[in-house]
């Protein structure tokens, strides 16, 4: 009687491991992998997720979450894939059961705008309350070479996005970038619902310098198809950019 005891408690323990290797949460959303050939990286609630096989080939896939996004109550499956194209090098695809259909999201690659030479970048996404979706865009540093690349370090990206439940698409909340160059730190945020922006311009021994502004262009009227080079290059690096380092 003992020695089945003993059995029970094993098997409970191995199954308890097994569960817990092939179950990650992030922020509510659960995602089941296969803990042999997969590895997992949490940070800040994003997550990325990578086989063996992906991470030698250097594909630009982080992974896959499922959250309520839309206005119904099925989960909605998200994931980002490699994609062949210099500027849009990944796409987070999203099957929106509430309009049964999948949307393709571009993530630009954005680095060629403030180094002029276009890099790789690391893709990470992650739900806030289900609702909100939003994707950092990491950049690495280049070597520092005067007018040519690399001014311009620890660049990151975050865009966020919301469903609207009136015209049914995927709209774009806001946008953030940080950076810095030398020992000036940046920040630019533009809220693309009340369309107000703020960049500020940090610099050790010196006041902070903060410019804000408002632009109608950018009140309640962007969406995940609008996030295009042309929009990026014409319209967002130019916010701020009198307080940005030359």
């Not at 919301?162 to 995927?170: A, D, G, M």
């Not at 500020?200 to 903060?210: L, T």
């Not at 009140?219 to 042309?230: A, F, G, M, Q, V």
């Amino acid at each position: 009687m003992r020695n089945i005891g003993l059995l029970l408690f094993l098997v409970f323990i191995i199954q308890s491991c097994e569960n817990s290797a092939k179950k990650i949460t992030v922020n509510g959303a659960q995602e089941t992998v296969n803990a042999e050939n997969r590895q997992v990286q949490k940070d800040s609630g994003y997550a990325k997720i990578e086989t063996d096989e992906e991470r030698i080939e250097e594909a630009e896939i982080a992974g896959s979450l499922s959250s309520k996004f839309d206005d119904d109550t099925i989960p909605d499956h998200f994931k980002i894939v490699k994609n062949e194209d210099e500027i849009v090098q990944s796409v987070l695809s999203a099957h929106l059961s509430a309009i049964k259909r999948e949307i393709n999201i571009d993530i630009l690659n954005n680095s060629i705008l403030y180094n002029r030479k276009s890099v790789d970048y690391w893709t990470f996404f992650k739900f806030i309350n289900d609702k909100i979706l939003e994707i950092r865009v990491e950049y690495p540093d280049q070597q520092s070479i005067p007018n040519i690349s690399g001014e311009r370090k620890d660049l990151v990206e975050r865009i966020k996005y919301r469903f609207n439940v009136e015209n049914r698409r995927i709209q774009i909340i806001s946008y953030d970038l940080s950076y810095r160059k030398d020992t000036i730190f940046m920040t630019k945020s533009i809220n693309f619902i009340t369309g107000k922006y703020i960049v500020s311009r940090k610099e050790k021994g010196k006041k902070d310098v903060i410019t804000d502004g408002w632009s109608a262009e950018f009140e309640n009227t962007i969406y995940s198809e609008d996030w295009n080079l042309p929009f990026l290059r014409d319209k967002i690096f130019w916010v701020g950019n009198e307080t940005e380092p030359s």
